[in-house]
């Protein structure tokens, strides 16, 4: 009685339950009509099944207008190589699963056989059979046909040794089959007209190759390249750099990490830098220092060795502002032979270690300096007077981004002066600039560790003077102790407001 029920009820229930219980989602592609048979259909669909069913022969065909009637009830072939993605791949599982599969029937036709030596050597008579693993005779060849391979071992061993060999190992073009890395890498220490052409290298690609190793088969690399300048043989000498395109070196990011695997960075152009240059042909600067009598000593770094005396007078000259007049031309003395001018021609070098040298006036005598032992019991009021003459100090400032930095303090009755003394191997954005504070800007300078020679400078800023702000400097505990009494001396001969309102707030601290 099922078979004839509405047939417009049941042909949607069905195809519904197909649809939603199928995860595959392949009866959602093969029924790809929605169209329901008519009321008027679906009572000619009964008819022909009724009459199918009371047919003598049921096997026997039905018309063509049955057929299209009943159209609805075929479904499409399913093909195994349908291309809409309906079919569901094999998991990695069962495709491992193959292969062992078909490596172990490979192996079944392989038979391994052990050599063994035979205790009863009658049972193989050499001389008869001949010999199983005869030795032959090799001829010499003659010295006009070597072999290729002869020629390059004889190349290879009269070559040069490269320094990097032990990093050879991590070239990835002559690992085949082992996942690689390849970076162009810009060469800085080549000529301006190779150097816009970078060098592709090929490292084998995997956590445990470090930008050490990586450096290594770069200089490796450019070894066997046979490239020119040559490296130095050693490793830490060189750093890798990020690049952009056209090869320019990123200098505001370090360099990486040599302890990092180079799998951690994703970039795909590096440079070959020179971090350092070898101690033989690095050039140390010199310190000059020239003292003025009863006006205190300026130090000067010189980066060249063989610069002149006279560069040095007229450096000095242009720093203290002093002009030369005729008659009264200044000079250079060395500090420990008064009376006797060095020859302004002669090197600096040509000193030797002795570059501490005292500058006078021509056709006059050194004045002679009173020692420091001297200086204690001079008067509070002779003190504060002399500490209004300009006298510089040599000084370091300790700066988180700067790290260590030495300076020159200059200090007179107006301002006080800092100048960097060198600055060469600090980035451009971390130097340390050249600052003037003047006096009247000045709040108060204090220790900070007595002991040490630790104080610090504190000066109004920008806002204001509740803008208080200081630079801490050190230096050798007799010289830390004379530059805190000579700026507070100055600031007594000469209370501003901004001093008055600092010694009135920190009474009122001291209070509480």
């Not at 042909?11 to 008027?40: A, Q, W, Y």
Request: charge should be negative.
């Amino acid at each position: 009685m099922a078979m004839f029920d509405d047939l417009s009820f049941i042909i949607p229930h069905i195809r519904n339950s197909f649809i939603t219980s199928d995860d595959t989602g392949m009866c959602e592609v093969i029924i790809e009509s929605d169209d329901l048979p008519s009321k008027t259909a679906s009572e000619d669909v009964r008819r022909q099944i009724s009459l199918r069913s009371h047919h003598p022969d049921n096997n026997s065909p039905v018309d063509s207008d049955t057929d299209s009637d009943t159209q609805f009830s075929r479904s499409v072939d399913i093909i195994p190589d349908m291309d809409f993605g309906g079919h569901r791949r094999r998991s990695n599982t069962a495709q491992r699963l193959d292969k062992l599969r078909k490596d172990r029937q490979q192996q079944i036709k392989i038979r391994n056989i052990k050599w063994k030596d035979s205790e009863d050597d009658s049972m193989y008579d050499p001389e008869e059979h001949g010999h199983l693993f005869e030795k032959k005779s090799i001829t010499k060849i003659d010295n006009d046909h070597v072999s290729s391979l002869t020629e390059q071992l004889d190349s290879f061993a009269s070559g040069p040794i490269n320094p990097f060999s032990e990093y050879a190992k991590y070239d990835g073009g002559a690992n085949a089959g082992v996942p690689a890395k390849t970076i162009d890498i810009f060469l800085t220490m080549v000529s301006p007209r190779d150097r816009p052409f970078p060098m592709r290298v090929c490292c084998v690609s995997n956590q445990k190759v470090s930008v050490q190793d990586f450096l290594g088969l770069t200089c490796w690399m450019y070894h066997n390249q046979g490239r020119e300048p040559k490296l130095f043989p050693d490793i830490n000498s060189y750093a890798l750099h990020i690049a952009e395109d056209d090869g320019e070196v990123d200098h505001d990011f370090p360099a990486l990490d040599i302890s990092e695997p180079i799998t951690k960075f994703g970039f795909t152009k590096l440079a070959l830098v020179a971090n350092k240059q070898p101690s033989s042909k690095r050039r140390t600067a010199l310190i000059v220092t020239i003292n003025l009598p009863h006006r205190g000593f300026s130090k000067l770094q010189i980066d060249d060795p063989n610069t002149s005396l006279r560069d040095v007078l007229d450096k000095i000259l242009k720093k203290r502002k002093l002009k030369q007049n005729k008659g009264l031309e200044y000079m250079l003395e060395l500090q420990n032979k008064p009376g006797k001018p060095v020859d302004l021609d002669a090197a600096l070098n040509s000193m030797g270690d002795d570059l501490e040298f005292c500058l006078v006036r021509e056709h006059s005598v050194r004045g002679g300096e009173e020692p420091e032992e001297e200086t204690v019991g001079v008067s509070g009021m002779a003190a504060s007077l002399s500490s209004h003459q300009y006298k510089s100090y040599l000084v370091t400032m300790a700066n988180k981004f700067r790290g260590i930095t030495e300076l020159q303090l200059g200090i007179s009755g107006e301002k006080i002066e800092i100048d960097p003394v060198s600055q060469k191997g600090a980035a451009k954005f971390f130097k340390q600039r050249a600052v003037t504070h003047d006096c009247d800007d000045v709040a108060s300078c204090e220790f900070t560790d007595e002991k040490r020679g630790m104080f610090k400078l504190i000066y109004q800023g920008e806002s204001g003077h509740h803008d208080l702000k200081h630079h801490d400097f050190q230096a050798d505990a007799p010289v830390a102790l004379e530059i805190v009494e000579k700026i507070n001396n100055i600031l007594e001969m000469r209370p501003s407001a901004l001093r008055k309102d600092y010694i009135a707030m920190k009474k009122k601290k001291e209070k509480k």
